[in-house]
T-cell receptor, first 117, second 113 residues
Framework: GAVVSQHPSRVICKSGTSVKIECRSLDFQATTMFWYRQFPKQSLMLMATSNEGSKATYEQGVEKDKFLINHASLTLSTLTVTSAHPEDSSFYIC?????????????FGPGTRLLVL | SQQGEEDPQALSIQEGENATMNCSYKTSINNLQWYRQNSGRGLVHLILIRSNEREKHSGRLRVTLDTSKKSSSLLITASRAADTASYFCATVGASGGYQKVTFGTGTKLQVIP
């Protein structure tokens, strides 16, 4: 199946710094990628939809100026957590949308664990 | 808000037993997917069932879908200790021109050797 990678897998940073997370589709092109956040013992919550060559679409309650998304190519989307604070500590997961005929599915990356001290 | 609600929230069984997890949702869907997540890891896609399908099998997995009741179940037969993980259902429905995936709350399965 399609492979999606994320980098880094784990990051620890100081409060106030910015952190960039990369999501790559390794063997296919993805015009649409999604960013999710998962707090401990909770389900995944969609943060935003990343569209190649255009602005991301953010879900209600997600600050677009805090979570900057750039989908500059068909295989790469980046999420930058700006001025990170301890409450931003979470597991961030991206996925890439794949269309096979009329059937659509998403392939998920392995996730990035962010800890803000 | 979460589309899917899963029950039970947690399930503990002996190795060899069957595990059944249920998922209910609220709006119309195009398909429903089940994912597995080992602790602290990413998601693994298990199976997809379309809205016009009622049952699907994949190895030891059996998924049913009842669109009239807006519910789905995931059955893992002859469970193994390695099946210990969290299982999420995800509904896929149309939203603004593309399909939106919404995850349920998950069931944490523990299989005791």
């Amino acid at each position: 199946g399609a492979v999606v990678s994320q980098h880094p897998s784990r990051v620890i940073c100081k409060s106030g710094t910015s952190v960039k997370i990369e999501c790559r589709s390794l063997d296919f092109q993805a015009t649409t990628m999604f960013w999710y956040r998962q707090f401990p013992k909770q389900s995944l919550m969609l943060m935003a939809t990343s569209n190649e060559g255009s602005k991301a679409t953010y879900e209600q309650g997600v600050e677009k100026d805090k979570f900057l998304i750039n989908h500059a190519s068909l295989t790469l989307s980046t999420l930058t957590v700006t001025s990170a604070h301890p409450e931003d500590s979470s597991f961030y997961i991206c996925s890439a949308r794949v269309l096979a005929g009329a059937q659509e599915t998403q392939y998920f990356g392995p996730g990035t664990r962010l800890l803000v001290l | 808000s979460q589309q899917g609600e899963e029950d039970p929230q947690a399930l503990s069984i002996q190795e060899g037993e069957n595990a059944t997890m249920n998922c209910s949702y609220k709006t119309s869907i195009n398909n429903l997917q089940w994912y597995r997540q080992n602790s602290g890891r990413g998601l693994v896609h298990l199976i997809l069932i379309r809205s016009n399908e009622r049952e699907k099998h994949s190895g030891r997995l059996r998924v049913t879908l009842d669109t009239s009741k807006k519910s789905s179940s995931l059955l893992i037969t002859a469970s193994r200790a390695a099946d210990t993980a969290s299982y999420f259902c995800a509904t896929v429905g149309a939203s603004g021109g593309y399909q939106k995936v919404t995850f349920g709350t998950g069931t944490k399965l523990q299989v005791i050797p």
